[in-house]
């Protein structure tokens, strides 16, 4: 079913994101360093979360598993999941450990500076027997990043609920989603990231993450398909504000960004993904039809465009209608 110009309807399909999710703290200021900020608002963040959300914004069926720390800030998180429609069976809380906090800004020169509090932090503390299996076998889609991947037992929980999905029929779908400072070094952080590559049906990187993992400075065809495997069905480089490029087994291509005053980055890449997921879910025949893939890369590009106009993430999600606005004025 479509609608609007060919964009495909939002799916009704189950897209489970699992994951971490925490708390950002942005600057009341633009363009300062972390240690210059006068003050900070808390946002809620983690990709993971905010790809569950941006599926919801539009009208999609999605569901967050994870774990928060038994606290004030991770009840608040449980309960902003449940406020957009997003199930939260899938999360525990753990009593010993503290909700995850992340201070963010956005530099002067529009780069991002991330500081972690982690130590340990919930998210990282999930064990496999702590899974709603039930839930994730329930699921079209499964999506995951790699923060997940950096300790024990969160990993093992990670790779046991990918597991579960693939054998579920689940497409898997993975943002690695590369936060440096998280990483005991970058090569740890390249093997751990590539380590379960090969299992992704769907993969989204954008162009700082491959050319962290190609080792080359290029954005180019080229670099893009050294990370092709045989098992994928599209591999999606995001590059900012010149839109984004796709490949499958049989075609390749580029969709130009929407141009937009751009205030804060954060979770842009999220609401791209999430909102593909949920126009895909339904018929995944999508992703083997290049003219539809076009016009749903087109509205994934829209979504993200439309996150960078606000601060902080969740906030700036957008909703199908304001998303056909911008296509329809851009048009």
């Known amino acids: 079913m479509a609608l609007n110009n060919g964009i495909p309807a939002t799916g009704t399909g189950l897209i489970v994101s699992f994951g971490e999710m925490l708390i950002d703290f942005v600057p009341t200021v633009s363009g300062v360093s972390l240690a210059e900020a006068p003050g900070f608002l808390k946002a809620p963040g983690g990709a993971p979360a905010n790809v569950a959300i941006a599926v919801a914004r539009i009208g999609g069926k999605a569901a967050f598993v994870g774990k928060l720390g038994d606290d004030e800030f991770g009840h608040m ?159 999606l480089v995001t590059v900012g504000e010149h839109g984004s490029k796709y490949y499958t087994k049989n075609f390749h291509g580029s969709v130009d960004a929407f141009h937009v005053k751009t205030v804060d980055t954060t979770g842009a890449g999220d609401s791209f993904v999430g909102s593909l997921l949920a126009k895909i879910v339904d018929d995944q025949s999508i992703l083997e039809d290049e003219p539809r893939l076009r016009e749903v890369l087109k509205f994934a590009n829209a979504c993200g465009a439309i996150t960078t106009t606000k601060k902080g993430a969740i906030p700036a999600l957008p909703k199908e209608e304001d998303v056909l606005n911008l296509i329809k004025e851009s048009a």
């Not at 990043?145 to 579920?168: D, F, T």
């Not at 380590?195 to 065809?221: M, N, P, Q, R």
């Open 77 to 235: 998180l449980a309960g902003i999941l449940k406020e957009n429609g997003v199930r939260a069976d899938g999360i525990t809380f753990d009593t010993g450990a503290r909700t995850a906090l992340a201070f963010v800004t956005l530099r002067a020169d529009g780069e991002r500076e991330f500081m972690f509090y982690r130590n340990p932090s919930a998210d990282m503390l999930l064990r496999p027997e702590e899974l709603n299996l039930e839930l994730i076998r329930s699921a079209k889609v499964f999506h995951y990043g790699s923060i997940s991947l950096i300790v024990e037992p969160c990993r093992s929980a990670h790779l046991k609920a990918m597991e579960v999905a693939k054998e579920a029929g689940c497409l898997l779908s993975y943002d690695p989603n590369l936060r440096l400072p998280l990483w005991p070094s970058p090569e740890e952080a390249r093997q751990q990231i590539l380590s379960i590559w090969e299992k992704a049906d769907l993969i989204k990187v954008s162009d700082v993450e491959l050319e962290f993992l190609t080792g080359s400075d290029k954005i180019d065809d080229a670099s893009a398909l050294s990370l092709w495997h045989p098992n994928l069905k599209l591999l």
